[in-house]
């Protein structure tokens, strides 16, 4: 989760587009929590993509199925009454039927 905030060096095939000298230029961006909501939804990344294919990600993914605590990823923490520590209560799994999926 920590690496979800890490700051990221676009790279040459997503410049962005500069207001002020109209041109593109590598740009770094960062992804802030404000608030955590109640009820988490997490959707995980599985696939990296370019402009001409896709590739499967094969990256084991660890997750604890209790008490996950993300207290330290608030800018502006909630309530201490009800702080955001989260039990995994479901798992969706995206089956294809065509192999080219899971290229």
Not at 53 to 73: A, I, N, Q, S, W
């Amino acid at each position: 989760m920590e690496q979800f905030r890490e700051p990221e060096v676009l790279g040459a095939d997503d410049m962005w587009h500069c207001n002020k000298c109209q041109q593109f230029c590598q740009a770094t961006k960062t992804l802030d929590v404000w608030r955590l909501p109640r009820v988490l939804l997490v959707h995980l990344k599985r696939f990296r993509f370019s402009r001409t294919f896709r590739e499967k990600l094969p990256t084991l993914v660890r997750f604890p199925t209790k008490d996950l605590d993300l207290r330290t990823m608030e800018l502006c923490p909630s309530d201490a009454a009800d702080p955001p520590i989260y039990d995994l209560v479901a798992i969706s799994v995206r089956r294809s039927l065509s192999r080219s999926w899971f290229a």
